[in-house]
């Protein structure tokens, strides 16, 4: 009798876990679905309670993915859609748009290596999340982000449909490994730890504020914060070179954009006090784009939070970033308004 009522309750508790009776119907469409990253990003996302419809897009491949990620018994209906035809029909009301699409590093490469591919798809997308969905969050993954995001904003801006409170370059990743790295150097539980990144997606550009991670420790010396802070800049170097060939971060990418993402739905939804870092519009530095803290709420981006106290290896690696990251941003700018 125990055993059922406990079964029972553990049933009842499993029910109300995964309940979507009072969340909203939220249309989440990834973009590049097929893919590293947008296979398991498919999985995450149906697993999220918060989403009522996902949406498939790729070139190929997602007719399979969707039919896959389709079986699993949770809330969110799933299509798949394939091809440019199909693009505005997997768009169509979507409140928030994850592109992952595009191609990934490989050994040797920098991320704007990958500018002159990734660089038209995402001007290509854009342009049909303008025509197709202009009020969804956009979450940008697609490498180089430094310049992937500025590209978005142009082809918005062109659209009329620019709202800097909806676009979202995806630095998740950065963070998490600066709390996996912070919690395995400082010794302390990994789930307790906050640790901010600021500034872009690429090399020198991210930059982990370990002088604010949580819980703070005296354990760590400069040696130790300059290599911590080394090995977050080099994380994605780190999975691409152990792939030998075989692409970049696609599982710990595919948990990094599912945190967005649901951050995003949580702050549509209107949950309080919903913050992360994303590389977002900006008036935090001279930069027209940047990534820092940034409280997320029913429009998208309620307020970028600013730097807070800063040690003086981070004041240094500020102002050695800017330029790197200023030529990014132009970059993007540039192309997006040429081709
Ligand atoms: P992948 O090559 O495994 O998958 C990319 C997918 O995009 C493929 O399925 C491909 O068919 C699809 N695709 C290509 N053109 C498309 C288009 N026009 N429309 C829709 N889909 C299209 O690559 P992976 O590993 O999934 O990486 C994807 C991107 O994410 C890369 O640019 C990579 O650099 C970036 N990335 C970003 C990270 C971040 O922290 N923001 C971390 C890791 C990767």
Same mark, same amino acid.
């Not at 180089?144 to 449909?161: H, L, M, Q, R, Y």
């Not at 979202?168 to 395995?184: H, S």
């Not at 780190?238 to 990094?256: C, D, F, N, P």
């Given at each position: 009798?125990?055993?059922?009522?406990?079964?029972?309750? $553990?049933?009842?508790?499993? !029910?109300?876990?995964?309940?979507?009776?009072?969340?909203?119907?939220?249309?989440?469409?990834?973009?590049?679905?097929? /893919?590293?990253?947008?296979? %398991?990003?498919?999985?995450?996302? @149906?697993?999220?309670?918060?989403?009522?419809?996902?949406?498939? =897009?790729?070139?190929?491949?997602? %007719?399979?993915?969707?039919?896959?990620?389709?079986? !699993?018994?949770?809330?969110?209906?799933?299509?798949?859609? &394939?091809? +440019?035809?199909?693009?505005?029909?997997?768009?169509? /009301?979507?409140?928030?748009?994850?592109?992952?699409? *595009?191609?990934?590093?490989? %050994?040797?490469?920098?991320? +704007? +290596?990958?500018?002159?591919?990734?660089?038209?798809?995402?001007? /290509? $997308?854009?342009?049909? !999340?303008?025509?197709?969905?202009?009020?969804?969050?956009?979450?940008?993954?697609?490498? %180089?982000?430094?310049?992937?995001?500025?590209?978005?904003?142009?082809?918005?801006?062109?659209?009329?449909? =620019?709202?800097?409170?909806?676009?979202?370059?995806?630095?998740?990743? +950065?963070?998490?490994?600066? #709390?996996?790295?912070?919690?395995?150097?400082?010794?302390?539980?990994?789930?307790?730890?906050?640790?901010?990144?600021?500034?872009?997606?690429?090399?020198?550009?991210?930059?982990?504020?370990?002088?604010?991670?949580?819980?703070?420790?005296?354990?760590?010396?400069?040696?130790?914060?300059?290599?911590?802070?080394?090995?977050?800049?080099?994380?994605?170097?780190?999975?691409?070179?152990?792939?030998?060939?075989?692409?970049?971060?696609?599982?710990?990418?595919? =948990?990094?954009?599912?945190?967005?993402?649901?951050?995003?739905? @949580?702050?549509?939804? *209107?949950?309080?006090?919903?913050?992360?870092?994303?590389?977002?519009?900006?008036?935090?530095?001279?930069?027209?784009?940047?990534?820092?803290?940034?409280?997320?709420? #029913?429009?998208?981006?309620?307020? &970028? $939070?600013? $730097?807070?106290?800063?040690?003086?290896?981070? #004041?240094?690696?500020?102002?050695?970033?800017?330029?790197?990251? @200023?030529?990014?941003?132009?970059?993007?700018? #540039?192309?997006?308004?040429?081709?």
């Amino acid at each position: 009798m125990r055993s059922f009522l406990l079964r029972s309750a $553990l049933k009842r508790g499993a !029910i109300r876990s995964f309940s979507s009776e009072s969340a909203p119907e939220r249309k989440v469409a990834i973009l590049g679905a097929a /893919g590293g990253i947008g296979q %398991p990003l498919a999985l995450l996302m @149906k697993l999220n309670p918060l989403v009522s419809t996902l949406s498939l =897009y790729d070139i190929m491949g997602t %007719p399979g993915v969707a039919a896959d990620v389709s079986h !699993i018994n949770t809330r969110a209906q799933v299509a798949g859609f &394939v091809g +440019d035809d199909q693009l505005g029909d997997a768009l169509k /009301g979507a409140d928030v748009v994850i592109i992952p699409a *595009g191609v990934p590093r490989k %050994p040797g490469m920098t991320r +704007d +290596d990958l500018f002159n591919i990734n660089a038209g798809i995402v001007k /290509g $997308l854009c342009t049909a !999340i303008a025509k197709h969905c202009p009020g969804a969050l956009v979450n940008m993954i697609s490498n %180089p982000v430094n310049s992937t995001v500025p590209i978005a904003a142009e082809v918005f801006k062109k659209a009329g449909t =620019y709202d800097e409170k909806k676009l979202f370059g995806v630095t998740t990743l +950065d963070v998490v490994r600066a #709390k996996t790295f912070y919690a395995g150097k400082a010794k302390v539980p990994v789930e307790s730890v906050n640790v901010p990144v600021v500034g872009g997606h690429a090399g020198i550009t991210i930059l982990p504020l370990f002088s604010q991670a949580t819980p703070a420790t005296n354990a760590l010396g400069a040696e130790d914060i300059t290599a911590l802070t080394k090995r977050t800049q080099d994380g994605g170097t780190e999975v691409v070179e152990a792939k030998a060939g075989k692409g970049s971060a696609t599982l710990s990418m595919a =948990y990094a954009g599912a945190v967005f993402a649901d951050a995003c739905l @949580k702050g549509l939804n *209107g949950v309080p006090d919903v913050v992360e870092c994303s590389f977002v519009q900006s008036t935090v530095t001279e930069l027209p784009f940047f990534a820092s803290k940034v409280r997320l709420g #029913k429009n998208g981006v309620e307020e &970028v $939070l600013g $730097l807070g106290p800063l040690s003086d290896f981070e #004041k240094e690696g500020l102002e050695a970033l800017k330029p790197e990251l @200023k030529a990014s941003i132009e970059k993007g700018i #540039k192309f997006a308004n040429e081709n």
